[in-house]
Each structure stands twice: as C-alpha cells, then as structure tokens.
C-alpha cells in the first residue's frame, strides 16, 4: 500500500533563506508526483509536476527533483519571501488514476 | 477566465439532512474529483468521473453520492449516512481520463459543518 509522508509538518524560516521541503513514498512505481501550495481556507495551486521518466522541474524560484529509487521527492524554494507561507502538498499517481496525498508542509516565511 | 468554481463556500447541516455541493468547470476537462480533507491529513479520494455519465467509487465513497450528467458539472451530495461529514471538501479536475500523465486542477473549496 502506497503511503506518503511529508517531513517536517512545520516550517518556520526568515525571509531570504533558501529552503527543502521534503516528500517520500513507500512504492517507487509511480506515473508521477505533483506539489501544490494550499492557502489557508483555499483550494489547491498546482505548482510542479513531475512524470515518472523525470528527474527535476523547474518553475521560477522553485525547483522539484524526483528520486524513484530512493522514494524520495524534494521541493527547493530560492530566496523565501514571506508570501511564499502556504502549506505545501506532493502527491503521486501510482497507478492509473490512484492519486495519494501527503499530510501537507506547513511553511512560514517570517520578515 | 477558465477555472473550477465551487459552491456554496460555506455550507452548514443539520443532522439528518442531505447537502449537495457544487462544482463547475469550463476548462473543458474529461475527468473531474471530488476529495476531502481533514485538518492534518493529506486529502481523501471521495469519487471520479472519467467522462460524462460514469463515475467510480474513490477511497472513501461511502455515505456520498454523485452524478455526472454534463461534461462541466459534478455535484457531490452528502448524505445522512455519512457519521463524520464535517470536512473540507474539494473539487478537481483533470484533461484527460485520469491524473496519470495529467495535472489535476483544483476549484476553491466548500467548508461543510454539521450543527
């Protein structure tokens, strides 16, 4: 059974700093892993996706690197700025249409 | 402008009583979700919809109900058989039959809350 776990629940940093959000999963046969960025009371932002054939995205300030062997998935965020705070969710599709969400990062940026 | 609306933002519910939630796209989109979400949980998979007039039970489908009559409409009802229907509840969709290759994009959400 496919399981997805975000390390750390919690995040706290001041503006400026490069940060790593981190994803794992416990079944490497995945077609692909998506991260979003939830605003409180809000819906979900797609962010980056990652197919399985992949090893990174790039999109502005973020970048999203994709380690099927290791289970592993990392969201990168150059420069922080306090409208970066969101808390920030991956998913993966391990099979077709069986989408898994992880519990969620919840990250501030502090001025 | 595109996008997945949902309605309403806040819905309230007695015991006993069914809802429906709404959820409209007009990215002419196949294939539409409904998922739940729970404070300090990922999100749940309630039901799907490949296309119009077929849809399939998600994870958690039990005490919910659906129907895909058009291509840009896919309401969730929550029925009285559903004990813990207090949840945020969200509405996806996604271009093609399924997220396997495709992005799945996400309406606002409905905060639903049982008195």
């Known amino acids: 059974k496919q399981e997805v776990t975000q390390i750390p629940a919690a995040l706290s940093v001041p503006e400026g700093e490069n940060l790593v959000l981190n994803c794992s999963f416990t079944d490497s046969a995945i077609y692909n892993l998506q991260w979003f960025r939830q605003d409180p009371g809000k819906g979900l932002t797609s962010l980056l996706l990652i197919q399985s054939s992949q090893r990174e995205q790039t999109s502005g300030r973020l970048n999203a690197s994709l380690d099927k062997s290791s289970g592993r998935s990392t969201l990168y965020i150059a420069a922080s700025q306090p409208g970066d705070s969101a808390t920030y969710l991956c998913a993966v599709v391990t099979s077709y249409d069986k989408v898994i969400f992880g519990p969620g990062t919840s990250l501030s940026v502090i001025p | 402008d595109g996008g997945i609306t949902q309605s309403p933002k806040y819905l309230f519910r007695k015991e006993g009583q069914n809802v429906t939630l709404s959820c409209e796209q007009n990215l002419n989109h196949d294939a539409m979700y409904w998922y739940r979400q729970d404070p300090g949980q990922g999100l749940r998979l309630i039901y799907y919809s490949q296309i119009v007039n077929d849809f399939q039970k998600g994870d958690i489908a039990e005490g919910y109900s659906v129907s895909r009559e058009k291509k840009e409409s896919f309401p969730l009802t929550v029925t009285s058989a559903q004990k813990n229907p207090t949840a945020f509840y969200l509405c996806?969709?996604?271009?093609?039959?399924?997220?396997?290759?495709?992005?799945?994009?996400f309406g606002p959400g409905t905060r639903l809350t049982v008195l």
């Open positions: 996806a969709s996604s271009i093609d039959r399924g997220p396997a290759y495709n992005e799945q994009f």
